[in-house]
């Protein structure tokens, strides 16, 4: 079974009105800026009737509907007066009970500037060139197949010329497409389990510019040696959510993939393969899925990170 799919999020749209489209883009401009909105629409010519001083007034003013979080409202109300021209201005919040996923995902990180962390659990398998993965709707466990999505993702990786951190499990990017599109910091805690930390694209100044929150994570693996873009892989990615019994089991991918090696082009690769990552499914049901795919010739990735599989030759300069 396959459908569509909504999720509930703490998510607000804010609504203000102020007295010309100069102040308005003022506190739009404001508010996006510094990450106590992720959008704001501008919507001018609108015709107000209200009391004010004992008398009824008219007034036209711009309307400002503005979608944040609900974590960020009391932020986003008080410079929203600092920056308003009427003594009381209308600062009102609906919350949004349903918000389509790619958006909310987005949202979130348009808004929220801090490191995040969460444990990734997954496993990777080939495909060839020309090969459809096995349809999930069949996969063990799953009755709903939910939310198809297309992405073009550019990731570059970041590592030293003897890949200290590719031979440790550690992958470093910054990506760009996707609803995760920001710096990436991938740290190996079992076999199918990595610690991944998120921070948004502008936490740096500059492009090959690692973040110090990432750095300080680093240390003892790099010393004072400085990492520095290694390669950058392109992915064609269509993605589905797997659910049963109204629990979203796992995410899977079919990925397309295109890496362009910056130490020697001639480890430039392409290849097809699979993810399955589990969201709130357990190891058992990617056990099962794993047992089903092997028995249709669709077996795991024997390299699970695609740093390591661009780098290729590369890894034999690793550090023993």
């Not at 992720?38 to 015709?47: D, E, K």
Request: aromatic share 6%; hydrophobic share 40%.
């Amino acid at each position: 079974m396959r459908e569509d799919d909504e999720v509930t999020s703490p998510f607000v749209q804010v609504q203000t009105a102020v007295a010309d489209e100069a102040e308005a883009a003022l506190v739009a401009d404001a508010l996006v800026g510094e990450r106590l909105a992720a959008c704001v629409q501008q919507v001018p010519g609108v015709r107000s009737t209200f009391r004010w001083d004992g008398q009824v007034r008219h007034a036209t003013e711009v309307l400002l509907v503005i979608k944040t979080t609900a974590a960020a409202f009391d932020a986003l109300a008080a410079r929203v007066r600092e920056l308003h021209s009427y003594d009381v201005p209308e600062i009102v919040a609906t919350p949004l009970e349903h918000v389509e996923r790619e958006y909310a995902d987005w949202l979130r990180t348009a808004v929220d500037a801090r490191p995040t962390t969460h444990l990734e659990i997954e496993r990777k398998f080939s495909l060839a060139n020309a090969t459809l993965p096995p349809d999930p709707a069949d996969w063990p466990g799953v009755s709903v197949v939910a939310g198809e999505r297309r992405f073009h993702l550019v990731a570059t990786y970041f590592d030293t010329d003897d890949v200290a951190l590719a031979s440790r499990g550690i992958t470093m990017r910054r990506r760009v497409g996707g609803t995760d599109a920001g710096w990436h910091l991938k740290l190996p805690r079992s076999e199918d389990a990595r610690e991944e930390i998120w921070l948004p694209l502008d936490a740096t100044e500059g492009e090959e510019t690692v973040p110090d929150a990432f750095a300080a994570h680093l240390t003892d693996v790099l010393g004072e040696r400085a990492a520095h873009p290694v390669c950058v892989v392109e992915t064609r990615r269509t993605e589905w959510d797997l659910r049963a019994g109204g629990v979203h089991l796992a995410t899977t991918c079919d990925d397309y993939v295109t890496t362009h090696n910056l130490i020697d082009a001639g480890l430039d690769r392409e290849w097809h393969e699979m993810e399955v990552e589990l969201v709130h499914g357990g190891t058992d049901f990617l056990d099962d899925v794993t047992a089903y795919l092997e028995e249709r010739g669709v077996h795991q990735a024997s390299i699970a990170s695609k740093l390591r599989a661009a780098m290729g030759t590369l890894m034999d300069r690793a550090p023993t």
